[in-house]
Every structure is written in structure tokens, then in C-alpha cells.
């Protein structure tokens, strides 16, 4: 992959969402449409970015019983994403199925933990061990179910790489040094992640949020 930051777009207006996007077309390789953007703006929206011609991430982060992820899999076929996410934490079963009911140019890979989490925060919800264990254990069930790759933080992607080789690993939470840190807990800057074997890098508000979102892009590209 050539330009591997992918651009987290969730406005609720969806005129500057387009804006957005046509503004740093040329320096992003992808544009990461997530949650608030799909229930604001369902398929229309996602068809109205998709016109600009750059690929497509859907973090729809997809969670519940094997076949009603399959179903909501094969709702989505029409976008023809090349991203989308589910949840590992949905067990094996969850994610063959969500593999299988995908197109065969999109790539599914499971959410392990949040990078909003914290090794705090992961023992308070019932889990034993760190973030960095719970991703490698996790990661360890994707590749069994035959996933594409996963999603973590780029404290872990180096981890997982060595165990996985071949996998695909979405780094999101990423942040320039220069960066504030907002709600992300587990962040390292896109060089960083890069460096540590990231196959895409997902950088919001850094770009979304500067007064020239052009040149955010183009200086973090610099970087790499």
C-alpha cells in the first residue's frame, strides 16, 4: 500500500464530509467512515464518499450472534468495502461467519481491544492480564477463524506481526508527536506504527480537525 492513512471521516453533515475528503484526496489512501457517519448517513452516504474513488473502511465494529453478523455482512456487500471491522470478542464461530458471508475483495479484521482502553479499564470490565496479552491472545483466534488481520494499538502491532506475518493490522489512535492525546490511551505516532509493521494507519481528528487538513496530511505522510 502506497499511502497507508486512512482518513477518519465521521461528520455528521455530510456536505463537509465530502468537502473534507476532496480536500486531501491526494495525500490519504483511504477514507475510514465509522459508526456515527453509518448511522447518520447510511448507504447514501457512504455511496456519496465512495464517488470521490478512494477505497473504503467500514468500522462498523459488527458484534452478536454469528448469524446476525453474516446477515449484516451481506447487507453492506453492495458498498463494496475494502475494510470492514467486527469484534474478536464475538468468539470464532462469530468471525467465520462474518468472513464468509464478506466479498471477496473486502477484508474483515476483528477489533481486539479499544485503544480508548487502558490495563485499568480492561481488569475493570472482567478480563485477566494486559492490553498487550488480550491482543495477542485475540489476534491468535482471528487468524484461526481465518480473518484477514486485526485492529490494535501500536503498542502491540509489532507482537502480533511476529506471530502473524502475514497478516493485515489497522493501527487506529494514531497521533503525531505534536498531537494531543484526546481520548486514546494506547497511542504512538504514525511512524511509529509504521515502523512496527501497521498495514494501515487510522488518523483523525490531527487531520479532520487542522486549520489546513491538506497540509496535516501531507506533513504526516512526510513522515513516513
Known amino acids: 500500500m ?3 492513512i486512512y482518513l477518519a471521516v465521521d461528520l455528521p453533515d455530510l456536505a463537509r464530509a465530502t468537502a473534507l475528503v476532496q480536500q486531501v484526496r491526494s495525500h490519504i489512501g483511504g477514507v475510514k467512515l465509522g459508526l456515527e457517519f453509518f448511522c447518520a ?14 477505497p473504503i473502511f467500514l468500522d462498523l465494529k459488527l458484534h452478536d450472534i454469528p448469524n446476525t453478523v ?8 453492495v ?11 464475538g468468539g470464532r464461530a462469530m468471525m467465520e461467519d462474518a468472513k464468509a458471508a464478506a466479498g471477496t475483495n473486502t477484508k ?11 490495563d485499568n479499564d480492561i481488569s475493570r470490565i472482567g478480563y485477566s492480564g494486559s492490553a498487550h496479552d488480550n491482543v495477542l491472545r485475540l489476534a491468535e483466534l482471528a487468524h484461526e477463524a481465518g480473518l484477514d488481520g486485526i485492529v490494535c494499538s501500536g503498542q502491540e502491532v509489532g507482537a502480533v506481526r511476529q506471530q502473524w506475518r502475514d497478516g493485515f493490522f489497522v493501527v487506529p489512535g494514531v497521533r503525531p508527536a505534536s498531537a494531543a492525546m484526546g ?10 506504527a509504521r515502523d512496527a509493521g501497521a498495514s494501515v494507519l487510522v488518523i ?6 487542522a486549520e489546513d487538513p491538506d497540509q496535516a496530511a501531507r506533513d504526516i ?3 513516513l
Not at 475494502?82 to 474478536?88: F, L, N, Q, S
Open 221 to 223: 505522510m512526510a513522515t
Open 2 to 4: 502506497s499511502n497507508p
Open 183 to 192: 481520548d486514546q490511551k494506547r497511542a504512538v505516532t504514525p511512524r511509529q
Open 41 to 54: 448517513h447510511g448507504h447514501h452516504g457512504v455511496h456519496e464518499i465512495a464517488k470521490i474513488g478512494l
Open 70 to 77: 453474516a446477515a449484516a455482512m451481506q447487507a453492506i456487500h
Open 108 to 118: 474483515v479484521v476483528a477489533v481486539t481491544m479499544l485503544t480508548s482502553l487502558d
Open 204 to 209: 483523525g481528528r490531527p487531520i479532520a480537525r
Open 79 to 89: 458498498l463494496e468495502p475494502a475494510i470492514v471491522t467486527i469484534h474478536a470478542a
